[in-house]
């Protein structure tokens, strides 16, 4: 299967690979580049304030999924000990 990118560099993913690995509208995918390949890797666990899924090392709500990075938790660290 070809596809085309567009003058933005997006192109579709056909439904049926976004079926297949339940991939749904505003998932987040990991995009890298290797080999001379583009890969999309469905990401399920990322921080909910920059989105890497690089360093989580901590979760709020395990039930919503909701996760920090090492680097993101140091600055809501910092900021809640700066209110007092
Ligand atoms: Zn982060």
Redesign the pocket.
């Known amino acids: 299967m070809n596809k085309a990118f567009d003058y933005l560099g997006r192109v579709t993913i056909p439904k049926e690979f976004r079926d297949r690995l339940g991939i749904s509208p505003e998932d987040k995918v990991r995009v890298t580049c290797a080999n001379g390949k583009i890969i999309l890797e469905p990401v399920k666990n990322f ?1 909910a ?4 899924s690089d360093s989580l090392i901590y979760t709020l709500y395990d039930k919503r999924n909701i996760n ?2 090492d ?2 938790l140091k600055v809501v660290q910092n900021y809640v000990a700066n209110r007092r």
């Open positions: 921080c304030l920059c989105g890497t920090l990075c680097e993101c």
